[in-house]
T-cell receptor, first 118, second 113 residues
């Protein structure tokens, strides 16, 4: 299994430009999460999906941020227009949930996209 | 409200010393999961251990061990005989009924040779 795949690994863009981050979750995982990591705020959840449906987007900072999951194998996080304060590492993670509460389930994180907005 | 608290910001030890990382969590759920993740300087998030709320048995896995105590809402993590490669930021995390993973602020561990 290739794990959770994120692209690009690094992105440098100018303020005002549109940025699209991509994520391919692990096949069979039915949850997908987008996190942002900054020095000031740590790891914060932006949005998560279950079976391709957005469940909670309360962590999305502003209307400039949007996320989609058109199918089970692909998700995007878009920032339009980008601002310098959006500079951060963005992680995608996927997970599966078994039917019994005591069963194991786990989260696998991608390698992250380091976004720099200048 | 902060669901996961890691009171230690930084810990510095000499190689071969033991390191214990503290984690206190807050939840009203009866079913929940606790995790420890490691973030080395390369930046990826590496899963270390997981414990569900049904199982308070403490275990040892290689040089890692953990102490889960529901009575005090604590999930502490110990690295035995630390090595330079253990230098990283360690995150404690909590997952509740909605499967959202909430992270603590992280503890930076520096192991000096």
């Amino acid at each position: 299994d290739a794990g959770v795949i994120q692209s690009p690994r690094h992105e440098v863009t100018e303020m005002g430009q549109e940025v699209t981050l991509r994520c391919k979750p692990i096949s069979g995982h039915d949850y997908l999460f987008w996190y942002r990591q900054t020095m000031m705020r740590g790891l914060e959840l932006l949005i998560y999906f279950n079976n391709n449906v957005p469940i909670d987007d309360s962590g999305m900072p502003e209307d400039r941020f949007s996320a989609k999951m058109p199918n089970a194998s692909f998700s995007t996080l878009k920032i339009q227009p980008s601002e310098p304060r959006d500079s951060a590492v963005y992680f995608c993670a996927s997970s599966f949930v078994l039917k019994r509460a005591e069963d194991y389930y786990g989260y696998t994180f991608g390698s992250g996209t380091r976004l720099t907005v200048v | 409200a902060q669901k996961v608290t890691q009171a230690q910001t930084e810990i510095s030890v000499v190689e071969k010393e033991d390191v214990t990382l503290d984690c206190v969590y807050e939840t009203r759920d009866t079913t929940y999961y606790l995790f420890w993740y490691k973030q080395p300087p390369s930046g990826e998030l590496v899963f270390l251990i997981r414990r569900n709320s049904f199982d308070e048995q403490n275990e040892i896995s290689g040089r890692y061990s953990w102490n889960f105590q529901k009575s005090t809402s604590s999930f502490n993590f110990t690295i035995t005989a630390s090595q330079v490669v253990d230098s990283a930021v360690y995150f404690c995390a909590l997952s509740e009924w909605n499967y959202k993973l909430s992270f603590g602020a992280g503890t930076t561990v520096t192991v000096r040779a």
